[in-house]
């Protein structure tokens, strides 16, 4: 069975800290594909990262950054020097290589709330 | 380039009664997915549609259903409703594309039932 999980329900941070989320996952698909999303309060989730399972290359983009760890099946996302508009619920979800687009499996989230 | 967008955003019913919810994926995007978000159970998928098949569906009573039309627009219909179908749901549409399998949410519309 495929799952995803998260560990941190909510981390507190001072604005400038680094934060790190993490996210383990379980599948026995050897073609899979990894995200991370972003919940703002408005509802609508965001998309951040897509790796698949051949590409354990990490990954920046300004401010973030993700480690992909196959031997740990961990894909873990780091904030540095967060900011008050980085609070948000952030989910890490799991997808299968097939025709199943459409049907990703959430972990429960982690709710991160930045203060100045 | 809008967005997905879900219609209504908020409604309140009653046990017992039915209703429909409406997704309007992004131009070009043949693939809708819907997901029901509670703080209890979190996101869990309910179906994936495309090109007018349902090809693909979550774990939830046939209360759920869903349809696509020929525009690629969605609906979502839970009937008999209950206390516990209080949720935001979420609609995604993705591009036909093999693989690429980002999905592009709503701001979702929230239900409550009482």
């Known amino acids: 069975a495929q799952k995803v999980t998260q560990a941190q329900t909510e981390i507190s941070v001072v604005e400038k800290e680094d934060v790190t989320l993490d996210c383990v996952y379980e599948t026995r698909d050897t073609t899979y594909y990894l995200f991370w999303y972003k919940q703002p309060p408005s509802g609508e989730l965001v998309f951040l990262i897509r790796r698949n399972s051949f590409d354990e290359q990490n990954e920046i983009s300004g401010r973030y950054s993700w480690n992909f760890q196959k031997s740990t099946s961990s894909f873990n996302f780091t904030i540095t020097a967060s900011q008050v508009v980085d609070s948000a619920v952030y989910f890490c979800?799991?997808?299968?290589?097939?025709?199943?687009?459409?049907?990703?499996?959430f972990g429960k989230g982690t709710k991160l709330s930045v203060k100045p | 380039k809008a967005g997905v967008t879900q219609t209504p955003r908020y409604l309140i019913k009653t046990r017992g009664q039915q209703v429909t919810l409406s997704c309007s994926p992004i131009s070009g995007h043949r693939s809708v997915s819907w997901y029901q978000q509670t703080p209890g159970q979190g996101l869990q998928f309910l179906f994936e549609?495309?090109?007018?098949?349902?090809?693909n569906k979550g774990n939830f009573p046939g209360r759920f259903s869903g349809r696509q039309f020929s525009n690629s627009r969605s609906e979502m219909n839970v009937s008999t409703l209950e206390l516990g179908d209080s949720a935001l749901y979420l609609c995604?549409?993705?591009?036909?594309?093999?693989?690429?399998?980002?999905?592009?949410f709503g701001a979702g519309s929230r239900l409550t039932v009482l």
């Open positions: 979800a799991l997808s299968r290589g097939g025709g199943s687009q459409g049907n990703l499996i």
């Open positions: 549609y495309f090109s007018e098949t349902q090809r």
């Open positions: 995604a549409s993705s591009p036909p594309i093999a693989g690429a399998n980002v999905l592009t």
